[in-house]
């Protein structure tokens, strides 16, 4: 168990629907990493936030976005869903102490667009 | 730009086979962080191992060794003694440092897929 809670586990919905997963990083750490990983696109990084500011943008569509909350919670809104978007999203958090450099992965939420 | 290579894409091996997985990266910074994750077929990824760009030594950890050598821009990973349980995609990893001891991104090669029958 890596520390890192993602919700839900599973995620079904029709092409335009809106959905928001959502993670919690390790207690302490202060970023969070979003990745996609899909067959044809492999493991992409997404967008990077840390102590509630946006840190660094990877590929990320404008129909996608996130934010991350005071408690450091983060969410992952993704909109005007496409069959394309179905994917493993995933979740990482680190920097819960100086030095360490390593991101953790929640278990993914693995989103079926119907 | 940085990027990963992992040229294995499948490698099956028989229980008890020596197997190194090879990972070669390309980045224009000085300092900079390699990584390997191991996913099994449940899915989640699991963090095995962080080499600094600064400190070549190899390491062990069990059944598991890794050689890092800058010279040839080359993290492998070895398996000694494979077993089933060893089965899984293997992704090494590239980031450059931030700030506050948190990473950027995370650049992952395509990985590997370690098949190891009984």
């Known amino acids: 168990d890596s520390g890192v809670t993602q919700t839900p586990k599973h995620l079904i919905t029709a092409t335009g629907q809106r959905v928001t997963l959502r993670c919690s990083p390790r207690?302490?750490?202060?970023?969070v990493y979003w990745y996609q990983q899909s067959l044809d696109q492999g493991l992409q990084f997404l967008i990077q936030?840390?102590?509630?500011?946006?840190?660094a943008k990877g590929n990320i569509l404008e129909r996608f976005s996130a934010q991350q909350f005071p408690d450091l919670h983060s969410e992952l809104n993704l909109s005007s869903l496409e069959l394309g978007d179905s994917a493993l999203y995933f979740c990482?958090?680190?920097?819960?102490?100086?030095?360490?450099?390593?991101?953790?992965f929640g278990p993914g939420t693995r989103l079926t667009v119907t | 730009a940085q990027k990963v290579t992992q040229a294995q894409t499948e490698i099956s091996v028989v229980e008890k086979e020596d197997v190194t997985l090879d990972c070669v990266y390309e980045?224009?910074?000085?300092?900079?962080?390699l990584f390997w994750y191991k996913q099994p077929p449940s899915g989640e990824l699991v963090f095995l191992i962080r080499?600094?760009?600064?400190?070549?030594q190899n390491e062990i950890s069990g059944r598991y060794s890794w050689n890092f050598q800058k010279s040839t821009s080359s993290f492998n990973f070895t398996i000694t003694a494979s077993q089933v349980v060893d089965s899984a995609v293997y992704f090494c990893?590239?980031?450059?440092?931030?700030?506050?001891?948190?990473?950027?991104?995370?650049?992952f090669g395509t990985g590997t897929l370690l098949a190891v029958q009984p």
């Open positions: 990482a958090s680190s920097g819960q102490r100086p030095g360490s450099y390593e991101q953790y």
């Open positions: 936030y840390y102590n509630g500011e946006e840190r």
């Open positions: 207690s302490g750490d202060l970023s």
């Open positions: 980045t224009r910074d000085t300092t900079y962080y």
């Open positions: 990893a590239l980031s450059e440092a931030g700030y506050g001891g948190a990473t950027n991104k995370l650049i």
């Open positions: 080499r600094n760009s600064f400190d070549e």
